[in-house]
C-alpha cells in the first residue's frame, strides 16, 4: 500500500522553508501564469516538491495537475532563492525562504489549457496568459524581461523582501 508524499515545507522557529518548481511554458510571446482568487497577483504554473521526487518529476507532475495536459521539460533555465513573508492566510506574515527551480517546457502546438480549480483552502486557480509588458504584478517578476531572450545557460536570483 503506497503512502502519500507530503510536500516539502519545513517550519522551523524562524519561519518555513519552501521547495518549489516552476513551469514555463510559452506561447506566442505569452507566458502561463496563475490567479488565484482573494489575491492581486499572478505566479508560475508549479508548486511544491512531494517528499522522495526530483524537480524534474515535480514540474512534469504539477504541469500536468494544473493544465491536465502531460508535458516534457525541454530545460532548466533559472533557480530562485526567495525570501518573503507570507500572505497565506494558513501561515500570515510568517518569514518564507523559498528554493524554486524553473523548466522551460515543451510546449505542444495545439496546447490551450482551461483551468478553474479549486485549492486546498476552497478559493479557485485561473490559467491566463500574460503579455510580458503587462502592468500586473507577478512572480518571478524577471519573467518579464529573461524569458524573451530564452538564452540556454542557467540562472540564478536571489530576491529578498
Known amino acids: 500500500m503506497a503512502t502519500e508524499k507530503h510536500d516539502l515545507m519545513i517550519k522551523t522557529e524562524d519561519g518555513i522553508l519552501n521547495i518549489r518548481v516552476g513551469a514555463i511554458i510559452m506561447k506566442h510571446g505569452r507566458f502561463l501564469m496563475v490567479k488565484s482568487d482573494g489575491f492581486d497577483y499572478y505566479y508560475s504554473v508549479g508548486g511544491r516538491l512531494k517528499f522522495g521526487e526530483t524537480t524534474e518529476e515535480a514540474v ?61 483552502d476552497g478559493a479557485h486557480d485561473y490559467l491566463v496568459w500574460v503579455e510580458p509588458d503587462v502592468k500586473v504584478k507577478i512572480f518571478p517578476e524577471f519573467f518579464r524581461t529573461e524569458l524573451s531572450s530564452q538564452a540556454r545557460e542557467v540562472k540564478h536570483y536571489v530576491n529578498r523582501t
Open 60 to 120: 512534469i507532475r504539477e504541469v500536468c495537475e494544473e493544465t491536465g495536459v502531460s508535458m516534457d521539460i525541454d530545460r532548466l533555465g533559472f533557480i530562485q532563492e526567495n525570501f518573503f513573508y507570507s500572505d497565506n492566510p494558513t501561515h500570515p506574515g510568517i518569514l518564507i525562504h523559498e528554493f524554486s527551480f524553473f523548466y522551460y517546457m515543451k510546449v505542444p502546438m495545439d496546447f490551450n489549457p482551461i483551468s478553474n480549480s479549486p485549492t486546498h
